[in-house]
């Protein structure tokens, strides 16, 4: 896959013992000053660390195909990001890819109702969008978010709330881009979701015997958790 040259900052390379997550913000697929970037941050899930980004002015589809290729390398991470129509176009193509670990926001104070099916990322409404950015300034004025991304830092210092009818409205400086802060607010905020995954599933592992047969093979595999059922009467 090509990145259409210098395209792709890898600050550390993946690491057996990690887990990985990444978030994007998708551009308008045009090329030039006038056109937003795409980008992809992938994030050490437990060290709340960015390890890599990809940004690239690229068609949407083009796009998918690469933040599939960099997410593949990263242990076949998780990928999230914002479904308003340019998003949704990078998720059908992810699914088109076949691309096995896809970020479903679901709400526990507006669950899915009966018959309706999650959809792949979040939906951009002002109330997500406002605990986004709310929760990534908490962490960058905390120095909780560690990033080596200049690009980041540029776009930070151009980024704020500004007074739109009556409202705080979250937004860059006219002339200015937003895609790499909302691609790292992103990334933040879904850290502590994926972290507290990461955290149930070592959990369980600790919790389970492996019972093993002459030749080393696994036979069995008992849940040591109290009252666990057995997997032949669930």
């Not at 600050?11 to 994007?24: G, I, L, R, V």
């Not at 479904?83 to 088109?96: H, K, P």
């Not at 200049?150 to 151009?158: D, Q, Y």
């Amino acid at each position: 896959v090509s990145f259409y040259g210098s395209n792709l900052a890898l600050w550390e390379f993946p690491n057996e013992k990690s887990t990985y997550h990444a978030w994007f913000d998708s551009g308008g697929g045009g090329v030039g000053d006038a056109y937003d970037w795409s980008v992809l941050y992938i994030m050490d899930s437990l060290r709340e660390k960015i390890v890599a980004r990809l940004t690239v002015q690229a068609p949407l589809r083009t796009f998918a195909v690469m933040a599939a290729s960099v997410g593949t390398f990263f242990h076949t991470c998780m990928i999230g990001g914002e479904r308003d129509a340019r998003g949704a176009v990078v998720f059908t193509e992810l699914t088109d890819l076949s691309y096995p670990n896809v970020y479903y926001h679901v709400d526990p104070l507006r669950p899915a109702k009966k018959g309706e099916m999650a959809k792949a990322g979040i939906y951009p409404t002002v109330e997500h969008r406002r605990k986004m950015l709310e929760e990534f300034k908490t962490a960058v004025i905390n120095h909780s978010f560690s990033s080596p991304c200049a690009n980041l830092v540029r776009e930070m210092s151009t980024f704020s709330w500004v007074k739109l009818q009556e409202r705080l409205k979250p937004a860059a400086e006219k002339g200015q881009h937003d895609d790499h802060v909302m691609a790292a607010a992103g990334a933040w905020y879904v850290t502590k979701f994926v972290r507290n995954r990461i955290q149930r599933q070592r959990k369980r592992e600790e919790q389970t015997t492996l019972v093993l047969g002459r030749f080393g093979q696994v036979i069995e595999r008992r849940d040591g958790r109290q009252g666990a059922p057995k997997p032949w009467l669930v």
